[in-house]
Each structure stands twice: as structure tokens, then as C-alpha cells.
């Protein structure tokens, strides 16, 4: 059942919230909105048909649209994105202490809005919240790491590691986490229909949200190549489901350094058709 109601009372029968359902499952009936029965399993449980309505008429799946948020006059305008997005930067340099627990759950919960393929909305966030469990983790990642470097070596492809682990024995950078109390992990079952790109919007999303918190945060290639590939133990570790995709991932954490302006970069390439 996907409850869906409508207060007859405020409902203006503008059909709006027919003409916008992608699945085009609600009918007008004597100028009513509704579902049949037998069309509720096609529903792609959206959720358009009670953000688009204008008097807030329209429930469904148990959701009271009061608790929505309006969007006229909420959002940001052309100049705060453009800032926002020129803005952003890999941040390298964090300091120590934990981003607390309020501000970790106001984050995660943002992120997860972000749309998926098909709506199946089943990319997960796995977090290291506490700087000592990373800290444990890091651990040993680096002592594994070494232990390769001094056996048997890197696999082919991965050799460009010996480096970085010369670097972490010669001057103890961390290379893999960048010093980042907390670590984010974006995955999804193998078998939805755009498990990467579910995981790569997400974790879009969840980068642009912090810069507005003053969090900052790095796309972290290294420890994904090392959960994925090279120490495929470490996806047991951190408890990611066996048949979950590694979409990627970000270490993150309260910045140590603050940058005063927008990179300046040459506008990418455009093709128009």
C-alpha cells in the first residue's frame, strides 16, 4: 500500500500532481486525484505528486507534506551556487578533534537526498565517526601496506604505492586518510541499475552540503583502490555488504586551512549539437 490520500477539503482538483507523476498512475477521477488499486506497484514512490502540489493536499507512503520543506524564496540564488561550487577545494589539512555527532547525522541525512537511478535509493554511507576507530584503521592499512612494499611487492597497476609508502616510512605522511578524522564510504548493491553513479551523485552531494557546514573534505582514490582491490579485507572491516559496488570515497573533517578564493580555471570543453 503507498497511502495515498488527498485532503479533499484544500485540494483545488488543479491536476497538477496527475500531469507531473512519471509513472502516470493518477487519475482524475470526477476531478479528483487518485490511484487505483491495481496501479499502486508501478508507483515510483517519488514523491512528486506531493512536492508539486501548491496547497499541500497531497499525502502518500504515511507522509504528511507540513513536514516538507517550502522551497519559494528557500533557495539559494545563481551567485551563492556559482561561489559554493568555484569554491570548493580538496582540503589535505585537518584538525583533530571529531565533528560532532549533531552535525555527522544533519550531513549524512542531507546527502542522502540525492537522487539515484530509477529512485531505488539503496547507496549506503559507511562512516568511520571517531577519530581513534580511523586511527586504529589507519594503522593497519599502513602496517599491511609496508608489508607488501617489503615482500612481494605491488601488484601490476598498483606499483605507483612502493612511493607513497617511502614517503610514510621516510617522513610518516599519511597518504591514504590525509590526516582526516572521519572517512566515508558510498556503495551499492551490484545489482541496482547504476550502483556507481548512485554512489558518485551521493557523495557529490555530500561534499558541496559540508563546505556550507565549514567541513572540509578530499575524494580519497588511494583508500578506495585499497578497499576495493588491494585489501579487499578491509570492505569485511568496515561491514560493507559482500554485494555492494565501491563507489568511491572521502575523507573529511573539521579543516585546518582556510582558502580565500576561487581557483581560476579555463571553462571546460563544449560541444553543442
Not at 550502483?195 to 583508500?223: H, K, M, N, R
Amino acid at each position: 500500500m503507498i497511502d495515498f490520500k488527498v485532503n479533499g477539503l484544500t485540494c483545488t482538483k488543479c491536476g497538477l500532481c496527475a500531469a507531473d507523476c512519471p509513472a502516470r498512475i493518477i487519475a482524475m477521477e470526477g476531478g479528483s486525484p487518485a490511484i487505483a488499486p491495481e496501479k499502486e506497484a508501478l508507483c515510483y514512490k517519488c514523491q512528486h505528486c506531493l512536492a508539486v502540489c501548491p496547497t499541500a493536499s497531497v499525502s502518500i507512503l504515511g507522509l504528511d507534506p507540513a513536514n516538507s520543506l517550502p522551497l519559494t524564496g528557500g533557495l539559494p540564488d545563481a551567485a551563492a551556487m556559482e561561489l559554493l561550487i568555484k569554491g570548493r577545494r580538496a582540503v589535505r589539512k585537518y584538525k583533530p578533534e571529531n565533528i560532532d555527532a549533531a552535525t555527522m547525522a544533519q550531513l549524512l541525512s542531507v546527502a542522502s537526498h540525492a537522487p539515484s537511478g530509477r529512485n531505488d535509493r539503496q547507496m549506503r554511507f559507511t562512516v568511520v565517526a571517531e577519530r581513534a576507530k580511523l586511527d586504529e584503521i589507519r594503522g593497519e592499512i599502513m602496517g599491511k601496506l609496508v608489508a607488501i612494499a617489503e615482500g612481494s611487492g605491488f601488484p601490476a597497476g598498483m606499483e605507483f604505492f612502493a612511493g607513497f609508502v617511502r614517503q610514510y616510512q621516510s617522513d610518516g605522511i599519511d597518504f591514504v586518510f590525509r590526516g582526516a578524522p572521519h572517512f566515508l564510504v558510498a556503495s551499492a548493491p551490484k545489482s541496482v541499475v547504476t550502483p556507481v553513479e548512485d554512489c558518485l551523485i551521493a557523495l557529490t552531494s555530500f561534499e558541496l552540503y559540508a563546505q556550507t557546514l565549514g567541513i572540509g573534505a578530499v575524494w580519497d582514490g588511494l583508500a578506495k583502490f585499497i578497499i576495493s582491490d588491494l585489501l579487499p579485507e578491509f570492505k569485511v572491516r568496515l561491514g560493507i555488504p559482500e554485494d555492494h559496488v565501491i563507489g568511491y570515497a572521502i575523507a573529511f573533517g573539521w579543516p585546518a586551512v582556510q582558502y580565500a578564493r576561487t581557483a581560476q580555471r579555463e571553462p571546460g570543453t563544449v560541444q553543442y549539437v
